[in-house]
């Protein structure tokens, strides 16, 4: 299984950002994904979840600002993020998690003020 995150990049604060992640080798329409982010200094936390069916979650920090997507035909999951925060700044991972989970590599969000 692989996870190709991209998407990430430098913008200003208000900015907007949509990351997008690939994956590959499993059966994508039948898995949960979600995005975790890490910041310099701080615990990796969970951002976005959206189930194989039903409707996404989000933390507290991503409410009204973060939409979590998926296309299950591309094996595809996006995060859109509006009204960026400096604090947002972060490399930011897409996840299959499960029994057993797989980490893409990230993406580096970084939020000037």
């Known amino acids: 299984v692989q996870l190709q995150a991209s998407g990430g990049g430098l913008v200003q604060a208000g900015g907007s950002l949509r990351l997008s992640c690939a994956v590959s080798?499993?059966?994508?329409?039948?898995?949960?994904v979600a995005w975790y982010r890490r910041a310099p200094g701080k615990e990796r936390e969970s951002v976005a979840f959206?189930?194989?069916?039903?409707?996404?979650n989000y933390a507290d920090f991503a409410k009204g600002r973060f939409t979590i997507s998926r296309d299950n035909v591309k094996n595809m999951t996006y995060l859109q993020m509006n009204n960026l925060k400096p604090e947002d700044t972060a490399v930011y991972l897409c996840?299959?998690?499960?029994?057993?989970?797989?980490w893409g590599q990230g993406t580096q969000v970084t939020v000037s003020s």
């Open positions: 080798g499993s059966d994508f329409s039948r898995k949960a």
């Open positions: 959206i189930p194989r069916d039903g409707r996404p």
């Open positions: 996840v299959l998690p499960g029994h057993t989970t797989y």
